[in-house]
C-alpha cells in the first residue's frame, strides 16, 4: 500500500511540474496567432457556402467595415479562449497542489 501512495504522489507531483512548466501559448505562438488572423480577415468576408450569401453582402459592401467587424471578432475569440485556458490551468493546478497536500499529510 505504501509503494501505491508514493506511486501517486510522484504521478501528482509530475502533473503539477508540467503545468507549471507548460509555456505561455500567447509568447511562443504569436506569429501564427497573427498570420491565421490575417488569412481569417481576408477569407471570411468573401468566402460563402454553395446556397448561402458571403458576409460582405450583409455589410453592403462596405469592405473595411467587414474587414474590421471580422478582425475584432478574431480578437476577441483569442483573447476569450487564452484567458479561459489560463483560468482553467490555475483551477487544474490547485487542485493537484490539494490533492498532492493531502497526500503527503496522510503518507507518514
Known amino acids: 500500500m505504501s509503494d501505491l501512495k508514493e506511486r501517486r504522489l510522484k504521478s501528482l507531483n509530475f502533473q503539477i511540474q508540467e503545468l507549471e ?8 505562438y504569436w506569429l501564427r496567432l497573427v498570420l491565421v488572423g490575417v488569412l481569417v480577415t481576408l477569407i471570411a468576408p468573401e468566402y460563402s457556402k454553395r446556397n448561402s450569401k458571403p458576409l460582405i453582402d450583409y455589410f453592403d459592401y462596405n469592405y473595411p467595415l467587414c474587414y474590421s ?5 478574431y480578437v476577441v475569440i483569442c483573447a ?6 489560463t483560468i482553467q490551468d490555475k483551477k487544474k493546478l490547485k487542485k493537484l ?6 497526500n503527503d499529510l496522510f503518507r507518514g
Do not use: G
Open 97 to 102: 497542489k490539494e490533492k498532492r497536500d493531502l
Open 80 to 85: 476569450i479562449m487564452l484567458l479561459t485556458f
Open 69 to 73: 467587424v471580422v478582425a475584432f471578432s
Open 21 to 28: 512548466n507548460r509555456p505561455n501559448y500567447l509568447k511562443n
